[in-house]
């Protein structure tokens, strides 16, 4: 079946600094990646839509210059948390569309802990 | 972003008995649901889906219920196993969406005791 790989699967990183995730579709195309972010014990919220070879679809209320989303080709999405600070600790998620499935085939990557410390 | 962010809601149940939950949601234009299974620091899994031409449909020891009159999304797991303790989400994809985004519903959390 279809197979999302989403690097690293943790990370701890300083104020300041910028964190890099990547989420890539392993034996698929996907056009369209999403990114969601996850507060603990709280829903996956929508950040943004990716799509291959254009500028990412930001959901209201999520900063694009904070949040920076790439989709180079149509396996790979990565998104960059520039200057992270504390309240962008969090669990983030991508999704990735299966293009060929018959049904929607949205398939989610396994997270990504992100601690800023 | 669009989804509730509220505390998630908890169901216990005993190892053998039957399981229901229950999802609201919100877009009426909405043409396609999904029920999805997350374990504690993992993605979201695939269980069942349903279209909005549907009011029922069953998998193995799972069958998802959609009423469209009150806009309600049921999951019903049969026999339930410790191995379903998870947080269990509802998802629905609107027809008004351009990139078929979806979205999240609050959440239940499924705890099974032996």
């Known amino acids: 079946g279809a197979v999302v790989s989403q690097h690293p699967s943790w990370v701890i990183c300083k104020s300041g600094t910028s964190v890099k995730i990547e989420c890539r579709s392993l034996d698929f195309q996907a056009t369209t990646m999403f990114w969601y972010r996850q507060f603990p014990k709280q829903s996956l919220m929508l950040m943004a839509t990716?799509?291959?070879?254009?500028?990412?679809?930001?959901e209201q209320g999520v900063e694009k210059d904070k949040f920076l989303i790439n989709h180079a080709s149509l396996t790979l999405s990565t998104l960059t948390v520039t200057s992270a600070h504390p309240e962008d600790s969090s669990f983030y998620i991508c999704s990735a569309r299966d293009l060929l499935s018959i049904v929607y085939g949205y398939t989610f990557g396994s997270g990504t802990r992100l601690t800023v410390v | 972003g669009e989804s509730v962010g509220l505390h998630l809601p908890t169901l216990s149940v005993q190892e053998g008995d039957n399981s229901i939950i229950n999802c609201a949601y919100s877009?009426?234009?909405?043409?396609?649901f999904i029920w999805y299974k997350q374990e504690s620091g993992k993605g979201p899994q695939f269980i069942i889906d349903i279209r909005s031409n549907m009011d029922k449909r069953q998998g193995q020891r799972v069958t998802v219920l959609l009423n469209k009159t009150v806009k309600h999304l049921s999951l019903q797991i049969a026999a339930t196993q410790p191995g379903d303790s998870a947080v269990y989400f509802c998802?629905?994809?609107?027809?008004?969406?351009?990139?078929?985004?979806?979205?999240f519903g609050t959440g239940t959390r499924l705890l099974v005791s032996p």
């Open positions: 998802a629905e994809i609107p027809l008004n969406t351009g990139f078929q985004k979806l979205v």
């Open positions: 877009n009426s234009a909405s043409d396609y």
């Open positions: 990716s799509n291959e070879g254009s500028k990412a679809t930001y």
